[in-house]
């Protein structure tokens, strides 16, 4: 894990504030992942690479799904399978991808989908 300051676990209790509410300042890419899971394990050093190469514009927020009542976010946000990353702007996901992808592959997602 990172020691990035644009890079922070989140909960159910506070995924509003710091996901919702902070995509409204800046776009917040949020990490569904569990530990027990190869392709989450595998996204994660490419997830913080891609937020190391955003210097601050973009953030990540990391849902470990097994903790606590996490699972209910990816309830909410109708997740079938993990990884997913969903990307939140202005309060809205703006777009989503499943399963372990290349640093090339995000840099275009995020390009696609977040106004920087």
């Given amino acids: 894990m990172s020691t990035s300051p644009h890079i922070f676990d989140v909960n159910l ?5 710091k996901v919702i509410e902070a995509s409204r300042q800046r776009p917040i890419l949020v990490d569904l992942w569990a530990d027990w899971c190869p392709p989450c394990l595998a996204l994660a050093p490419v997830l913080d690479k891609v937020i190391q190469h955003h210097d601050g514009a973009v953030a990540l927020a990391k849902v470990e799904v097994d903790e606590g009542d996490n699972m209910k976010i990816a309830g909410r946000h109708q997740v079938r399978g993990f990884p997913t990353i969903l990307l939140f702007q202005d ?14 592959f995000v840099i275009d997602f995020i390009t696609k989908h977040a106004r920087l």
């Fill in 13 to 17: 209790e506070d995924f509003d504030a």
């Fill in 91 to 104: 309060g809205e996901v703006q777009g989503r991808f499943s399963s372990a992808q290349s640093f090339q």
